[in-house]
């Protein structure tokens, strides 16, 4: 079905969470997904243990702090998996060390959590931790990133980050069209090697180049870190410069460290500029950095994970069975007004030009 987003609409979705699909999309948490594949979700023997006093124990294996965006999502977290709302929060930042986050998990199982949520850094290895949470009995969410080689857990909640990759593709297609650039050039700065975030808006984005024959120069990881985005785009204008036309940055830190570099090399970018720059995440700073024509587009990435995991668990406490996976929605943005419209996937999604009361309405 073809979906065209008013704005208005838009601005309030980027706060509900609705059914799901791709982009700009999501799904009630409690629904009739059969749990065979998570008997701590059925089970009634290994059912949730509980401090006594109704509060909930809940343990966060946060990703680290590499990002604006990872920062709004802790704080979502923190907000939501509050005393007053009658939970109490274990979080632990992994720093992006992968080898923490299982051992946080761990510690976890052994303070005996009533749930736990997970946001993995990579999308693998996860089978085996996965397994000893399930024989504990405690049910595991999964929020932003996906666990790609287990199924045990009760339900994950995140993003489409293939249909952000290829909302990008479409944009530049429409983009270009418009502006009569016939030739695409791109550098790509990945996020972090082995994330579903990084795997995901990379394939997106290929898909559509090999498509429209486009050249990707080169495309490194940039480890979603400000820092990271600046030392790649250096090599990139070292190697480079003179050659690209495009540079994709898989998150907001990365594009800043991107806009460091190319300022250092002498290499305008955004609305009239050499270089057509696009962003992934569109935190509020650099959806006003799109409506300034800094970034001539940003693909959302939204953070708001944490109110659809405490619906998700309250369901659990009165014994329903929730879905299994939950899109939360997300929504493009461009700096002109020229495409208006793309088509991800069959399916008409709204472009939003970023107009000052388009930022002004962001909520993070
Ligand atoms: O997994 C989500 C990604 O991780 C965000 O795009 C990025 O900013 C973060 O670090």
Request: aromatic share 8%.
């Amino acid at each position: 079905m073809k979906k065209i987003f008013s704005l208005a609409l838009a601005a309030a979705m980027s706060l509900s969470l609705v059914a799901c699909g791709g982009g700009g999309n999501t799904s009630t948490p409690a629904a009739s997904n059969p749990a065979a594949s998570n008997p701590a979700a059925s089970n009634p023997a290994v059912s949730t243990p509980s401090t006594g006093d109704g509060t909930l124990k809940v343990g966060f294996a946060q990703v680290g702090h590499e990002s604006d965006w990872r920062t709004a999502s802790t704080k979502s977290a923190q907000d939501v998996f509050s005393a007053a709302n009658g939970y109490e929060l274990s979080f632990v930042d992994c720093d992006n060390d992968s080898a923490k986050q299982l051992e946080a998990v761990r510690s976890f199982i052994q303070q005996g959590m009533d749930y736990i949520i997970i946001d993995p850094i990579v999308a693998t290895g996860w089978d085996t931790v996965l397994t000893e949470c399930d024989e504990a009995g405690i049910p595991v969410i999964i929020i932003d990133r996906t666990v790609d080689d287990s199924d045990k857990y009760v339900a994950w909640v995140g993003s489409d980050f293939k249909v952000e990759g290829l909302a990008c593709g479409e944009w530049l297609k429409a983009y270009a069209a418009d502006k009569g650039i016939g030739e695409i050039n791109a550098l790509v700065i990945e996020g972090s090697v082995g994330a579903s975030a990084t795997i995901g808006r990379t394939d997106g984005f290929k898909e559509i180049a090999e498509r429209e024959g486009w050249t990707i120069l080169d495309s490194q990881s940039g480890d979603f870190t400000e820092a990271g985005g600046q030392e790649v785009m250096e090599s990139f204008c070292q190697s480079y410069k003179g050659q690209f036309n495009v540079v994709i940055c898989q998150n907001d830190n990365e594009a800043a460290g991107a806009m460091t570099a190319m300022d250092q090399a002498g290499i305008t970018y955004g609305v009239g500029g050499d270089v057509i720059l696009v962003s992934f995440d569109a935190n509020k700073p650099y959806v006003q950095m799109v409506c300034d024509g800094k970034i001539n587009a940003n693909f959302e990435c939204n953070p708001m994970a944490a109110p659809t995991v405490s619906e998700i668990i309250q369901a659990l406490e009165k014994g329903e069975t929730p879905e299994k996976e939950v899109y939360v929605s997300e929504h493009w943005f461009a700096a002109e007004d020229n495409v208006t419209s793309i088509t991800v996937n069959g399916e008409a999604q709204e472009v939003i030009h970023a107009t000052q009361e388009v930022v002004d309405g962001r909520p993070y």
